[in-house]
């Protein structure tokens, strides 16, 4: 709909007609039940009441009995240099390509008719849904928050917290999701690396050529931790880069103040003091950065209950490496079929 179209329209309750039993007898009619809009969001009622509209452009829906209007971009073609690059609030709609080297953010759905090509697709709150796949080059990025759907994709890295459902394969791709749906038909996981929070349902895995392909189940509260130490390690790194410059000026203001003797000046002392501080202030700094990467690193080696699992269908072929929260790592050298 556009903004301001009517969604509903309200008529007013009419008074009812008597009506007769069979015997002949006048029965009373009831009154008309009057009823209100069920406005949601993006909705609005006219003065006199008897109109539902909308208050922006966007797509007409229905949630907890009432009527919504959720904002939609659409682009009626493929998404090329007539469109240009897409930043948006609400959800996109392509009907056609996205191009070589074009992006796509939105906060909420994203819904491609076509294919993508070497395009980076960003979805903040909603989902991803691409329906003729992808095939990437380079730095090809799809990004979900609630889920993301692909027909096919080849080189590109897949990134959800909910689930992936790929309807034929996953060719050379890196993806991370908490749970993979790739079990219609014939549908193979070949080369790259997955790695799953929850639980895999796939139908092949690897294929005859013997691609090097890795499926890994990780507890995600330890991915998040490890993440966590490397960014503690690197930002103790830049602390004790910052530290060198600090001790060369204290030395140097050390050693003159000791030359000094009793001529030194309070100029001369309080600059010492300002390197002390400096100095004291840092080894603290680095010091509670050590503690952190302790407490984070004790966390990582707590023992975890783990009940996630990878079903495949199919086969799963020779050069496939399974990884199971890096307590039991597989290289299957022999093919292997239907197995949990």
Not at 209 to 236: C, G, H, Q, R
Not at 276 to 296: F, S, T
């Given at each position: ?53 909308s208050a922006k452009t966007g797509v007409v829906y229905k949630y907890d009995n009432l009527i919504h209007v ?118 193979s996981i070949i080369g790259g690396n997955m790695i799953i929070y929850d639980f895999a349902e796939v139908t ?137």
């Amino acid at each position: 709909v556009k903004e301001n179209q009517i969604i509903a329209r309200r008529f007013p309750p009419k008074p009812g007609k008597p009506g007769h039993s069979v015997t002949g007898e006048e029965i009373e009619p009831k009154d008309g039940q009057d009823v209100n809009f069920p406005n949601g969001k993006n909705t609005k009622t006219s003065e006199d009441g008897s109109l539902m509209t909308s208050a922006k452009t966007g797509v007409v829906y229905k949630y907890d009995n009432l009527i919504h209007v959720r904002e939609l971009l659409d682009i009626p073609k493929n998404l090329d240099f007539t469109v240009g690059n897409i930043k948006y609030s609400g959800d996109v709609n392509i009907r056609g390509d996205v191009k070589p080297g074009f992006t796509i953010e939105a906060e909420g759905d994203i819904s491609i008719s076509g294919e993508v090509e070497s395009a980076m697709i960003t979805s903040r709150q909603g989902f991803v849904q691409i329906a003729k796949g992808v095939i990437g080059k380079g730095g090809t990025r799809i990004f979900g928050e609630k889920g993301i759907a692909v027909n096919f994709a080849q080189d590109v890295s897949i990134i959800t917290p909910g689930i992936l459902s790929v309807e034929k394969h996953l060719l050379h791709c890196n993806c991370k999701c908490s749970i993979l749906k790739a079990d219609l038909g014939n549908t193979s996981i070949i080369g790259g690396n997955m790695i799953i929070y929850d639980f895999a349902e796939v139908t092949n895995i690897g294929n005859e050529k013997l691609i090097p392909t890795k499926v890994s189940l990780i507890d995600l509260n330890k991915e998040k931790l490890k993440e966590k130490i490397a960014e503690l390690e690197a930002f103790k790194e830049k602390v004790e880069k910052s530290l060198e410059p600090v001790k060369r000026e204290l030395k140097i203001k050390s050693v003159l103040l000791k030359k000094a003797g009793n001529s030194a000046t309070d100029r001369q002392k309080k600059e010492l003091k300002k390197w002390l501080d400096q100095y004291n202030n840092l080894n603290m700094k680095i010091k509670y950065i050590d503690e952190k990467i302790a407490e984070a690193e004790g966390m990582v080696k707590n023992p975890s209950f783990y009940n996630g699992y990878i079903n495949v269908k199919g086969i799963v072929s020779p050069g496939v490496e399974i990884n199971m929260y890096d307590l039991d790592k597989k290289c299957i050298d022999t093919k292997i079929s239907k197995k949990i």
